[in-house]
């Protein structure tokens, strides 16, 4: 007796997603056995051709879901032949096992970019940096929600990443996102890390990111001038978290230290040469050693969080992000017009005779 091997796909009309789209379900059956799973695809009921059992248009989008149809198609044949020649026995169910569990499943690119993240989460406070760790999370997501957005999928096979798809990523980040140009290269420059380890690892051939050029744009960055530094020092925050935040930015307007190296600034790293006291530490990024003279202000910011381990962390800080935020909420309320980040500290040799009732207490 001949096999009769079929394949139909339909929308799942009865439960749309949060999105507003209705899965793509594809029903294998054989000799009138049946069974059925999920595509991971999603359309528009207008959109889909019940007799086609296609996407209607010849849109980009359309055309992509359609060709992913086609390679479902195939992939479950290819299980379907596969288990002709075998003894395992024919059904519906063994071929959808063969079609997820063979060697024919293919990877994604998000599943790959998370398990990149597992991996370098383990290697954070060793030889990788928490703020990196949050960068390749940021682009993760901005990556899974451009793919369910053009794709309606939660995920696409490595194997469709081409030319085409890193610049349709490129303006998303651009006009959807607002990223700036250099926020756009570090994301670019992420995710062509995820693509060259695929190459590295056989699971991919080719490099989608070959012809495709990012570039920086010199960026001017802002500063405080004294009488702005003056207004944040007068500023009563209004919880712990502010004033923390706030003595921290201060404290790196005045040493020059950035805001990883007082994340890891400990009492010990305070040493006294003769008659003056000194922060005494390596920059976090370059390794650098460097020695700081501690005067009046900085030190007094200091003495508040003095803590009994000197090997303790001095300043419980949230994500760099966070700290932006705040210090943006804060420079808001007391009216500077310019976008001040922790790193705005740095950018300014600050003189030491400012005069605060707020740093006297």
Not at 47 to 68: F, H, K
Not at 253 to 267: H, K, N, S, W
Request: glycine share 4%; hydrophobic share 35%; with cysteine.
């Amino acid at each position: 007796m001949r096999n009769q091997f079929k394949i139909l796909f339909y929308i799942k009309k009865n439960q749309p997603l949060r999105n507003g789209k209705f899965s793509i379900m594809c029903r294998i059956s054989i000799n009138g056995k049946f069974c059925t799973f999920s595509t991971n695809l999603a359309t528009c009921p207008k959109r889909w051709n019940q007799t086609r059992c296609r996407l209607m248009g010849r849109n980009e989008s359309a055309r992509r879901i359609n060709a992913m149809l086609d390679d479902i198609s195939y992939l479950l044949y290819e299980s379907y032949l596969s288990l002709m020649h075998s003894a395992t026995e024919l059904t519906p169910q063994a071929v959808r096992q063969q079609y997820r569990g063979g060697h024919i499943c293919v990877d994604g690119i998000i599943a790959l970019f998370e398990k990149h993240n597992s991996e370098f989460e383990q290697m954070v406070g060793v030889t990788r940096s928490r703020s990196t760790l949050y960068k390749y999370r940021y682009v993760c997501s901005h990556l899974g929600q451009f793919i369910s957005e053009q794709y309606g999928v939660c995920d696409l096979p490595i194997h469709k990443i081409d030319r085409g798809f890193i610049i349709d990523f490129h303006r998303w980040l651009a006009d959807v996102i607002g990223c700036c140009t250099n926020t756009i290269k570090i994301y670019m420059t992420a995710l062509k890390h995820i693509i060259l380890r695929a190459i590295s690892n056989g699971i991919i051939s080719k490099n989608p990111f070959v012809g495709y050029a990012m570039r920086t744009e010199v960026s001017h960055r802002s500063f405080l001038v004294k009488e702005e530094l003056q207004s944040l020092m007068q500023y009563h925050p209004k919880n712990q978290t502010e004033s923390i935040v706030l003595d921290a930015f201060l404290l790196s307007c005045f040493t020059g230290l950035a805001y990883a190296d007082i994340l890891r600034l400990r009492m010990n790293n305070i040493i006294e040469l003769g008659d003056r006291r000194y922060i005494a530490t390596s920059r976090t990024k370059t390794k650098v050693a460097v020695e700081v003279p501690l005067l009046n202000l900085p030190e007094k910011i200091i003495m508040r969080y003095n803590r009994d381990d000197p090997f303790e962390p001095i300043f419980s800080l949230p994500s760099n992000g966070h700290c932006n935020n705040i210090l943006r909420h804060i420079t808001n309320e007391i009216g500077i017009n310019k976008r001040v980040t922790f790193h705005s500290a740095r950018h300014r040799n600050l003189s030491y005779s400012l005069k605060t009732n707020r740093l006297q207490n």
